[in-house]
Nanobody
Framework: VQLQAFGGGVVQAGDFLRLSCAASGGTLGGTLMAWFRQAPGKEREFVAGVAWRGGSTDYSDFVRGRFTITREDAKNMVYLQMNSLKAEDTAVYYC???????????????????WGRGTQVTVSS
């Protein structure tokens, strides 16, 4: 399975964006999916995740209430709706997948075995 994130762009603070993660070469069914981000000079950090079974979600404190992660397994897609964007949300956003069924959700990048190419989100203040 290969992942591709897209939908990034340049927006102003307070605006919104919707990121998409598309899977090819396989299905996302049974895969824990998450969004991470990485700003220049910083480590990759967890943003949001959605479980492979039951659909439970997890959010980092800095996006909870502003971002929403959803998945459509029938379309092999995962989305990240980002509202009320802030300058500090500027980063490259990546989608990751874990097919092991070890975790309901995980905030550790090392838990994920497939990654998509990132998409740049730039928020100007």
């Amino acid at each position: 399975v290969q992942l591709q994130a897209f939908g990034g762009g340049v927006v102003q603070a307070g605006d919104f964006l919707r990121l998409s993660c598309a899977a090819s070469g396989g299905t996302l069914g049974g895969t824990l999916m998450a969004w991470f981000r990485q700003a220049p000079g910083k480590e990759r950090e967890f943003v949001a995740g959605v479980a492979w079974r039951g659909g439970s979600t997890d959010y980092s404190d800095f996006v909870r209430g502003r971002f929403t992660i959803t998945r459509e397994d029938a379309k092999n897609m995962v989305y990240l709706q980002m509202n009320s964007l802030k300058a500090e949300d500027t980063a490259v956003y990546y989608c990751g997948g874990d097919r092991s069924h070890r975790y309901t959700n995980s905030r550790m990048p090392s838990a994920y075995d497939i990654w998509g190419r990132g998409t740049q989100v730039t928020v100007s203040s």
